[in-house]
């Protein structure tokens, strides 16, 4: 692996981690090019702003669960390719019910350039420390409609008090929410602002 990246449960006690596209548990509907570990990888700046995160987390009884941090180009490239490929239907309902899969890229939930590639930007939730479950979040991960973006209308006040409490804890620990998305936020002070790696998680 490249120097300065790490698995992030490995370095960060107490953070769960299921990297969804090492499954066929995404949009794409199976494992995608890059990802051929069920790690999660980011950059040691990541780890250490992440360990902050969960500490504060741990206040209300909640952990933070990593969908997605490190992202190889490759994998962004693959993005691309299924974007261009004729609609299937297999994962459309979930994942993007009102759009079509090439206007993904249009309406900014997928990049062609995207900054998980610069292994600073993760993907989370919040988990409940005492029974393991995943806190309500009013909405997958990697769902592309306007439900999931910050401030949506049509989720529950509970829903919407997890949102904002994961919100006030990444932003306290340095990161940048991304509007359209309230599991995907950047690491303000990130080591490779400029760099976009390509190297397989393995």
């Known amino acids: 692996m490249k120097d300065d990246f790490v698995v992030v449960s490995d370095v960060v006690p107490g953070i769960r981690s299921d990297a ?12 995608v090019d890059g990802y051929l570990a069920n790690k999660v990888v980011g950059t040691t700046a990541l780890c250490e702003a992440l360990e902050r995160a969960h500490g504060k987390a741990r206040s209300r009884g909640f952990g933070l669960l990593l969908w997605d941090a490190y992202r190889p180009q490759r994998a962004v490239d693959a993005f691309i390719r299924w974007a261009e490929q004729p609609e ?8 993007y019910p009102n759009i079509d899969r090439a206007d993904m890229f249009k309406n900014g939930y997928v990049a ?10 993760v ?3 919040l988990y409940d420390l ?21 401030g949506a209308q049509g989720i529950t006040e509970l829903e919407t008090s997890n949102r904002e ?6 932003e ?24 976009y790696f390509d190297f397989p998680i393995a």
């Open 88 to 95: 299937d239907g297999r994962t459309k309902q979930r994942h």
């Open 20 to 31: 969804k596209y090492a499954t066929s548990d995404n949009f794409t509907g199976g494992p």
């Open 123 to 125: 993907d989370l939730t």
């Open 172 to 195: 306290s620990c340095g990161f940048s929410a991304y509007a359209l998305e309230w599991w995907h936020y950047t690491l303000k002070d990130e080591p490779y602002p400029d760099t």
């Open 130 to 150: 005492a029974t393991g479950e995943l806190a309500p979040m009013g909405g997958d991960h990697d769902l592309m409609d306007p439900l999931s973006h910050h």
């Open 112 to 121: 062609t350039r995207s900054g998980h590639s610069r292994g600073s930007t």
């Open 165 to 170: 409490f994961l919100r006030s804890v990444m």
